[in-house]
Nanobody, 126 residues
Framework: VQLQASGGGLVQAGGSLRLSCQAS????????MGWFRQAPGKEREFVAA????????DYKDSVKGRFTISRDNAKSMVYLQMNSLKPEDTAVYYC????????????????????WGQGTLVTVSS
């Protein structure tokens, strides 16, 4: 299984970025996908998750209304659209996957995801 995250970069506060994650080697259409982030000196934290159908999504409270997770099962891609970025969003962002063919299941902890991408750095300047 490979998860390749991309789209990170340097952006000013208030700006936007779109992260992408290309998956291969897993049954993407039956997998719950998640985005996590880890800031320097902090633990990895949940950001967003989407069920395999795309019908269920959930977000960390501090990003609700600013971030949107979506997926394209035909392309084995998951996205994280990040708007109104803040300096506290600065972190390495990771995509993660877990096979679970339930239409509404989501997972919120890093330990629940067996597959991880390499991370992409997002830096938000004030």
């Amino acid at each position: 299984v490979q998860l390749q995250a991309s789209g990170g970069g340097l952006v000013q506060a208030g700006g936007s970025l779109r992260l992408s994650c290309q998956a291969s080697g897993l049954t993407f259409g039956g997998s719950v996908m998640g985005w996590f982030r880890q800031a320097p000196g902090k633990e990895r934290e949940f950001v967003a998750a989407i069920s395999w159908t795309g019908g269920s999504t959930d977000y960390k409270d501090s990003v609700k209304g600013r971030f949107t997770i979506s997926r394209d099962n035909a392309k084995s891609m998951v996205y994280l659209q990040m708007n109104s970025l803040k300096p506290e969003d600065t972190a390495v962002y990771y995509c993660a996957a877990r096979y679970h063919r339930s239409s509404s299941s989501l997972y919120y902890t890093a330990a629940e995801y067996p597959y991880w991408g390499q991370g992409t750095l997002v830096t938000v300047s004030s």
